[in-house]
């Protein structure tokens, strides 16, 4: 689980699209990394109010359910969904998810811990991470002086302290756990627990992440570690990998298991066709309950059967010009955005589509030559792309740095 703090403080603004949860998953896979999983949880997804006022709890209580799935990827259908309000006002929701491919997955509004399953050498690793754990850049090592050094780990632990606050209250109304039923024996266990049926599970505390940061953060021989492998702590965030799996899981070591790839534990294909018409009924319920939804029901459209996009338009743009050395981050926030460039996009799809899961930009050059990838992973990221309601347009935001005044195009 490495970089946790990074992903976390980026991770901050999205606690609006995520908010509390106590989630239970019970994952049964297939050895090609397919599978389904039911899962439990009560939670308080954020919602927009403005316009609820005339909404009765019914139809409310379906936006909440509808913004679930709209915060969902990688799910190809659901089935046996039942959700009701919860004494405590929260949503209380179970549904089984089918997935075809686990690595892909991403319970947004429910869960932060996320699943690999990695066909290696004739096995499967399965491996836990953290929302938005990627994968660090090689950078040369730095050679501090011990003036240097003392002086940086003084700096990132005050900045540790100044986001403590935040950090606790993003983190503290989560809860997870996940139950695994393999396809296989497991084997070079770490940090999993073993269960009696042969599975495996694991569960994670918000405040539990707390107490860990704490304790790593509290140590200078951590930090030096942290500066020693080259990484710029303020930057780039903490490198917490098996020092924070010890405190968190109870092991120096990665969260893994290796998997004997043996049958499959359950025909996918047929309770997917099942699951599709199922979800299909509810999916027609919460389009009929969305303020977007049109009058006419458009007509189905042929089924796309691969390849590329018809056409790609821009819809709008967002420019946050880079701050001025003379002026202070308060007047930098236009939009309530960081500096930089977006573009909304609609791109015409070849046909209509199951689902559309998130995207990455991996290049951007303006036509100065300049690099306007954004550095961090996240920003990055395509998330939370709309799909029209006959399935054949896909509408997305494209983040970008600022390029220069003279910049006529990318």
């Not at 990827?73 to 046996?80: E, I, L, P």
């Amino acid at each position: 689980m490495k970089k946790i703090l990074r992903p976390l403080l980026a991770l901050l603004p999205l606690v609006f699209f995520t908010g509390c949860f106590d989630t239970q998953e019970e994952f049964t896979l297939n050895p090609d990394g397919s599978g389904k999983v039911v899962i439990t949880s009560l939670c308080a997804p954020f919602e927009m109010t403005t316009g609820d006022e005339k909404k009765t709890p019914e139809q409310k209580l379906l936006a909440k359910v509808k913004g679930i799935f709209d915060n969902t990827s990688g799910v190809a259908a659901w089935r046996d969904v039942t959700y009701n309000l919860a004494d405590d006002g929260r949503l209380a929701f179970k549904g089984t998810a089918y997935f075809n491919d686990l690595n892909k997955v991403d319970f947004n509004a429910l869960a932060i811990m996320q699943f690999k399953l990695v066909k290696t050498n004739g096995t499967l690793v399965l491996a836990a991470s953290m929302k938005d754990d990627d994968k660090k850049k090689s950078k040369p090592v730095v050679k501090l002086s011990e003036e240097e050094l003392v002086a940086k780990i003084k700096e990132a632990r005050a900045g540790f302290q100044s986001s403590k606050a935040m950090l606790t209250g993003f983190l503290a109304g989560m809860k997870q756990s996940a139950h695994f039923h393999l396809p296989g024996i497991a084997s070079a266990v770490s940090n999993f627990k073993s269960t009696a049926d042969g599975g495996l599970e694991i569960s994670f505390a918000g405040t539990n992440m707390i107490a860990a940061m704490e304790k790593l953060t509290a140590s200078d021989q951590w930090w030096r570690g942290q500066l020693a492998a080259g990484g710029d702590v303020m930057k780039d965030g903490m490198q917490l990998d098996n020092d924070f799996n010890e405190i968190l899981f109870g092991e120096k070591a990665p969260v893994s298991a290796v998997i004997a790839a043996g049958s499959a534990q359950f025909d996918f294909a047929a309770e997917l066709a099942v699951a599709r018409q199922e979800f299909s009924a509810l999916e027609k319920k919460l389009d009929a309950n969305s303020d977007s939804k049109s009058d006419a029901e458009p007509e189905a459209a042929p089924m796309a059967k691969g390849g590329d996009f018809k056409s790609l338009k821009v819809t709008g743009i967002r420019w946050v010009f880079p701050k001025p050395e003379d002026e202070d981050d308060f007047q930098s926030r236009a939009f309530n955005e960081s500096p930089g460039y977006a573009v909304a996009v609609l791109g015409e799809l070849p046909g209509a589509v199951l689902e559309v899961s998130e995207g990455k930009l991996t290049a951007a050059v303006g036509t100065d030559g300049t690099d306007l990838l954004p550095e961090k992973d996240w920003d990055r990221k395509i998330n939370f792309p709309r799909l029209s309601s006959d399935r054949t347009k896909v509408s997305f935001e494209v983040k970008m740095n600022s390029p220069a005044t003279n910049v006529t195009g990318f």
